[in-house]
């Protein structure tokens, strides 16, 4: 009885999960687990990123950090003497619980593995002496998280809490960019990980741009382009990938 008892605490969220709906406009905070140059890159080249924070779905259910989103290269453009390469890829999968959840999913953000390493820091530097739960840290993008029980504060402003593994805060719009705020009618506190409320495009790459997020046609195909030489994404960079249209998981 014990025995079955125990085999059903472990079942049931799994249950719950997979009949659950991920929402539009939840952003998943993920970090590559390969680098990526487009010297070596292939079209059709599986990639991974693994989730780094809890995401909070709706009480009860949960993506837990660790989840691994995959997908694969789509096209790459070598550099030329005149032009930077292009390297084009689309995260099509979240690995839940063993399961294989199609997604279709944005790029909100990119951050280097420098800028994500630097964001987990204390802005005093390393100190032995404090605990990492009392660290003052600086997100990527400005905003900065009092841990011990102060908030994520934009100036002034308190945007959110954090948490043991990141930060829950309410997305905002970054004015002059195509960045929304909360979409879907999805106003909840959400997963960020290492990275500001407003955090918007490239942080740390110095000729990277995003030359197509995967907002619009050909949906969930996200392109990145060097101003000049090779597209070169390292392990560890973080990215925000935000949910454009996500079915219900298999049941």
Same mark, same amino acid.
């Given at each position: 009885?014990?025995?079955?008892?125990?085999?059903?605490?472990?079942?049931?969220?799994?249950?719950?999960?997979?009949?659950?709906?991920?929402?539009?406009?939840?952003?998943?905070?993920?970090?590559?687990?390969?680098?990526?140059?487009?010297?070596?890159?292939?079209?059709?080249?599986?990639?991974?990123?693994?989730?780094?924070?809890?995401?909070?779905?709706?009480?009860?259910?949960?993506?837990?950090?660790?989840?691994?989103?995959?997908?694969?290269?789509?096209?790459?453009?070598?550099?030329?003497?005149?032009?930077?390469?292009?390297?084009?890829?689309?995260?099509?999968?979240?690995?839940?619980?063993?399961?294989?959840?199609?997604?279709?999913?944005? #790029?909100? /953000?990119?951050? $280097?593995?420098? &800028?994500? %390493?630097?964001?987990?820091?204390? @802005?005093? *530097?390393?100190?032995?002496?404090?605990?990492?739960?009392?660290?003052?840290?600086?997100?990527?993008?400005?905003?900065?998280?009092?841990?011990?029980?102060?908030?994520?504060?934009?100036?002034?402003?308190?945007?959110?809490?954090?948490?043991?593994?990141?930060?829950?805060?309410?997305?905002?719009?970054?004015?002059?960019?195509?960045?929304?705020?909360?979409?879907?009618?999805?106003?909840?506190?959400?997963?960020?990980?290492?990275?500001?409320?407003?955090?918007?495009?490239?942080?740390?790459?110095?000729?990277?741009?995003? #030359?197509? /997020?995967?907002? $619009?046609?050909? &949906?969930? %195909?996200?392109?990145?382009?060097? @101003?000049? *030489?090779?597209?070169?994404?390292?392990?560890?960079?973080?990215?925000?990938?935000?949910?454009?249209?996500?079915?219900?998981?298999?049941?």
């Amino acid at each position: 009885m014990k025995r079955l008892l125990w085999i059903s605490l472990i079942i049931f969220p799994a249950q719950l999960f997979a009949q659950s709906e991920i929402p539009g406009g939840t952003i998943l905070p993920v970090a590559f687990n390969a680098s990526l140059n487009s010297r070596k890159v292939k079209p059709g080249q599986v990639i991974t990123a693994r989730v780094m924070q809890d995401v909070p779905l709706s009480p009860g259910s949960t993506i837990h950090a660790g989840a691994e989103v995959t997908g694969h290269v789509i096209d790459v453009k070598p550099a030329t003497g005149t032009a930077g390469a292009q390297l084009s890829l689309r995260f099509d999968t979240l690995l839940v619980s063993k399961r294989r959840v199609p997604i279709i999913t944005n #790029v909100r /953000a990119l951050a $280097s593995a420098m &800028a994500v %390493e630097d964001a987990q820091v204390p @802005e005093s *530097g390393p100190d032995r002496g404090t605990s990492k739960a009392a660290w003052t840290t600086n997100q990527i993008g400005g905003e900065v998280v009092y841990r011990g029980g102060g908030p994520v504060a934009n100036g002034l402003q308190s945007v959110g809490e954090p948490t043991y593994d990141g930060v829950l805060v309410h997305i905002s719009g970054k004015p002059g960019t195509e960045c929304r705020g909360e979409i879907e009618d999805n106003d909840r506190l959400q997963a960020l990980w290492v990275f500001s409320s407003d955090a918007c495009g490239i942080y740390g790459f110095a000729d990277l741009v995003i #030359v197509h /997020a995967g907002r $619009s046609n050909p &949906a969930g %195909e996200i392109t990145l382009a060097s @101003e000049r *030489g090779d597209v070169n994404v390292k392990a560890g960079s973080g990215m925000l990938l935000r949910v454009s249209k996500m079915p219900e998981f298999p049941k």
